[in-house]
């Protein structure tokens, strides 16, 4: 049977989506619990034990993302030539001392080189975890994928949130870096058992479906690269002009979305004047509105072939309700209204935006482009938080959130700027809708 034929088949069994995508959804939902836990951990009582000041806990919330620099672009070469498998394995094992350490530390600077040690060791994650899903789900397929995955945002903003709240308000913020940290160890245990890099080394796979995926990716990467894919150096990477503005694209979304995440709960607080432990259930429901707008817009860009489009719109959207928070802030439901709706359009835009590298360069280049990608747009991830403490620090809140949604503004204009070659061919989506009818 050939690769048309399976095109418009309603009988290729679907096991993928229920053995790949859960412990890689698991494993990221760990790694962002670790990465913001400190976000409840400062007004829950770090700051004032170690004496931290706004710019020093917006500098300890973005030096994570320099550390995060360093395993990118190796990590998506990894998962291209070797095994991402062992590769987050090991991060695993890295993210539970770490954040366990962490909730030991005695002074800020211990803090900053953690903060910058996690930041390393979780740098190759998302173009590891990006690459698998190339090598298991169909580009017809891929958006609906990698937003399930980045679901792990507010999947572990929902679990975070609350549990953070109560294990501060019961014991003490140390103890939520280290039974976080613990955590991993037990998500280590998920993932050693049950991933593989892809489906010719699955076991549990049938030869239909692995037929489908082998013959059906082979396809796609020969119709990108015209010819038989060969190695791609990092040269030639960023020689790519599209790479570059994909790489601005990603920063200042990033600015915005980290500087969001990381001074909600701080907002929230002084917003509302409550504890942490209500705080923590404040801080759910823009994560809960966050899936619903994962799904709605991947759903959508999956369904016309618009990517330019279908990011442009969340970025808008988020933008727009940030400014809101602060103008609207003498009403405290209305203000927090305006951050709920920021969450609703937080990662709206994060599952179509990674579709876009794989209908840009070939399997070969793709794994080093969403390093590159991802290392240098999560510089944002510093920026965001650091110029949020400065801010605050220097003038009001108000002053850094505003900066926040500038920042998302440049980024909705820069997606609509991007090449038209970025969206699926008419005739590409008219086959995947096909294909869904019969189904």
């Known amino acids: 049977m050939n690769t048309s034929s399976y095109a418009t088949s309603a009988d290729i069994p679907r096991q993928r989506w229920l053995r790949i995508i859960p412990p890689i959804l698991i494993t990221c939902i760990i790694s962002y619990m670790d990465r913001v836990n400190i976000a409840f951990a400062m007004p829950g009582g770090m700051d004032q034990e170690l004496g931290i000041t706004a710019t020093m806990a917006g500098l300890a919330g973005g030096i994570f993302f320099l550390g995060y620099l360093f395993l990118q672009v190796p990590g998506g070469k990894i998962a291209v030539h070797g095994s991402g498998k062992k590769f987050i394995g090991w991060s695993l094992v890295a ?260 579709t876009i590298p794989a209908r840009l360069f070939s399997a070969e280049m793709a794994g080093g482009a969403r390093g590159v990608i991802n290392a240098l747009g999560n510089l944002g991830g510093f920026c965001g938080p650091y110029a949020v403490g400065v801010l605050i620090t220097l003038y009001s809140k108000d002053a850094g959130v505003y900066c926040l949604a500038i920042s998302l503004a440049i980024a909705a204009l820069m997606a609509l700027l991007l090449p038209s070659k970025c969206d699926a061919k008419a005739s590409s989506v008219g086959a995947v809708n096909a294909t869904k009818r019969a189904a």
């Not at 976080?180 to 998500?187: A, R, Y």
């Not at 050693?192 to 890099?197: C, E, G, M, N, P």
């Not at 607080?269 to 705080?279: F, Y």
Request: glycine fraction near 8%.
């Open 95 to 354: 993210w539970a001392v770490i954040s366990v350490l962490t909730g030991l530390v005695t002074n800020h600077y211990q803090l900053l080189a953690l903060r910058f040690l996690l930041g390393v060791a979780e740098g190759g994650m998302l173009p590891v975890v990006l690459t698998m899903i190339s090598n298991w789900f169909p580009d017809a397929e891929r958006g609906r994928a990698n937003a399930i995955v980045i679901m792990f945002v507010p999947i572990a903003g929902i679990i975070t949130a609350p549990l953070s709240g109560w294990i501060i308000t019961a014991l003490d913020w140390r103890w939520l870096f280290i039974i976080e940290g613990l955590m991993s160890i037990v998500v280590l245990v998920l993932w050693a058992l049950t991933i593989y890099d892809r489906p010719q080394e699955a076991r549990w796979i049938s030869e239909a479906e692995k037929k489908y995926l082998v013959e059906t990716l082979a396809a796609e990467q020969q119709a990108i690269a015209g010819k038989t894919v060969v190695n791609a150096s990092l040269s030639a990477v960023l020689s790519d002009r599209t790479m570059w503005q994909l790489i601005a694209l990603n920063f200042f979304y990033q600015t915005g979305i980290y500087g969001y995440t990381l001074w909600l709960p701080t907002i929230l607080k002084e917003l509302t004047h409550t504890n942490m432990g209500q705080v923590g259930m404040l801080a759910i429901l823009p994560y809960v509105g966050a899936i619903a707008g994962m799904f709605l817009f991947s759903s959508l860009s999956d369904r016309t072939g618009k990517r330019k489009l279908f990011v442009s719109l969340p970025l808008i959207g988020f933008a727009t309700c940030m400014f809101l928070s602060v103008v609207l802030k003498e009403s405290v439901w209305l203000s927090y209204a305006a951050l709920v709706g920021c969450g609703f359009f937080l990662q709206s835009a994060a599952g179509v935006f990674w």
